[in-house]
C-alpha cells in the first residue's frame, strides 16, 4: 500500500521560499498522478497544485499560480512543491496526495508565514 510523508514545513516571513517534499514508499509512483492541497484553520481542505504521472501536464490554483511550482522525481519516487513569495494566507496545512485507482494522503506538514 503506497505511503506519503511530507516534509519541509515550517516557519517563514512573509515573501520568503519553501520547498515541501512528499516521498512514497510500500509503492512506485510512477502510474500516480499526484497533488498538493492544504487546509487553512477553519477552512475546507483545497487543490494547490497536481501533476500527471509523466509530469508533462501540472494545473494550479489561481492563488499560488506564478508562486508555486509542482514537480516530481519518479526515480526518488518524491514529489515537490517550490513555494516562492509566500503570503499569510498560505498559512496552512499541506497535503500531498496521489490518485490511480485509489487517493492516498499524507499526514500534511505545516507552513506558517508570518512576521
Known amino acids: 500500500q503506497l505511503q506519503l510523508v511530507e516534509s519541509g514545513g515550517g516557519l517563514v516571513q512573509p515573501g520568503g521560499s519553501l520547498r515541501l517534499s512528499c516521498a512514497a514508499s510500500?509503492?512506485?509512483?510512477?502510474?500516480?498522478?499526484t497533488g498538493w492541497f492544504r487546509q487553512a484553520p477553519g477552512k475546507e481542505r483545497e487543490a494547490v497544485a497536481c501533476?500527471?504521472?509523466?509530469?508533462?501536464?501540472?494545473n494550479y490554483a489561481d492563488s499560488v499560480k506564478g508562486r508555486f511550482t509542482i514537480s516530481r522525481d519518479n526515480a526518488k519516487n518524491t514529489v515537490y512543491l517550490q513555494m516562492n513569495s509566500l503570503k499569510p494566507e498560505d498559512t496552512a496545512v499541506y497535503y500531498c496526495?496521489?490518485?490511480?485507482?485509489?487517493?492516498?494522503w499524507g499526514q500534511g506538514t505545516q507552513v506558517t508565514v508570518s512576521s
Open positions: 496526495s496521489a490518485s490511480y485507482y485509489e487517493r492516498y
Open positions: 510500500g509503492s512506485t509512483l510512477d502510474y500516480y498522478a
Open positions: 501533476i500527471s504521472s509523466s509530469g508533462g501536464s501540472t
